[in-house]
């Protein structure tokens, strides 16, 4: 079951922010906010523990073989001609 209460809304600048009240406190420092009809729905965005170094160390290498691509350098051109 889902709980609801009542929340002020105020200006911080010019945006509007919402109180978000003790017991729905997001973790993180940025949320995801999306507007479903009327209603708005703040996702929170939690990075992954350890950050792109931990993700990246859980990818498998890449063991194919690349080909060579013939791609030499542009020509040079005068800008003044």
Known sequence: ???SRSASLF???RNQAVRIPR???LEGSQVLIR???ESLVITPMVKPAGGLAA???KWEA???EFPEI???PP???DPFE
Request: proline content about 8%; glycine content about 8%; charged content about 40%.
């Open 11 to 13: 200006r911080n600048g």
């Open 55 to 57: 993700l990246a160390a």
């Open 1 to 3: 079951m889902s709980q």
């Open 35 to 37: 507007k479903d009809g």
């Open 23 to 25: 017991e729905f406190e």
């Open 75 to 77: 020509e040079p051109v």
């Open 62 to 64: 890449i063991d194919d």
């Open 70 to 72: 013939d791609d030499p």
